[in-house]
């Protein structure tokens, strides 16, 4: 499908597969009190896609996570996982229901260790988490040999795969993460996207929002581009990196 500019053609969200998506959203305004943020924001996540949203700071990025995950209330427009309506549930009980929330910051428990963490992650199971945890050292080489170090000893991105990880812990079909390479240095971003992708290749679908637009879009199935709460832009990570407008609008500051 070619890309979407919504400004020209409205904000109808792509129509390309007959089954329901694992991930929608339909329309969602909400905010904090009286301040609306999302305007109206649609995208969807397709089973086994890394799907991100981009765009400048304050377009609502973040309270669009949160707003997905029962953090946020959704005033307007639905949140739909699997087929089922989720809006405004519970946190809790979206985990259940197979998602994984990774905020920005306050992400993992840094007086535990890492095993501890990551038992923390699974504390919801009712049956034996170990093979789980050993699938998860499996993707996350680094913990295993970490695993008895207290989690606030490890570095920025460690700790960033260690709230991966603990997200992973249950049986998550879909992983949302807000900016995970944050403040990192550019050789442990490609760490963090590497296992980002690893998590992909394991069947778990990423929502992912970012401020490396164009690392991000390189590294995506399809991309949304989110201005004032609203859809801007939509297409493939390739399209959205050759449209000359959102190169020089949202990609200039960037190398």
Known sequence: MSITDHNAHGSDVHQEHHSPPLLEVQNVTGGYGHAQILNGVSFKVEPGQIVSIVGPNGAGKST?????????????????????????????????????????????FPS?????????????????????????????????????????????????????ARALMLDTRVLLLDEPTSGLAPRVTL??????????????AVLIVEQNTRMALERSAYGYVLV?????????????????????????HES
Do not use: C
């Open 64 to 108: 669009l996570m949160k707003a997905i995950f029962g953090l946020v209330r959704v005033t307007g427009g639905q949140v739909v996982l699997e087929g089922k309506t989720i809006t405004n549930v519970p946190p809790e009980t979206l985990l259940k229901r197979g998602m994984g929330y990774v905020p920005q910051v306050k992400n993992i």
């Open 112 to 164: 535990l260790t890492v095993s501890e963490n990551l038992e923390m992650g699974a504390y919801t199971r009712k049956d034996n988490y170990q093979p789980r945890l050993e699938e998860i050292f499996h993707l996350f080489p680094d913990l295993r040999e970490s695993r008895r170090k207290p989690a606030g000893l490890l570095s920025g991105g460690q700790r960033n795969m260690l709230a991966m």
């Open 191 to 204: 760490t963090v996207w590497e296992r980002i992708q690893a998590i992909r290749a394991s069947g778990v």
């Open 228 to 252: 004032t709460g609203r859809n801007r832009f939509e297409g493939s990570g390739a399209e959205l990196l050759a449209r000359k407008e959102v190169v020089q609008l949202y990609l200039g």
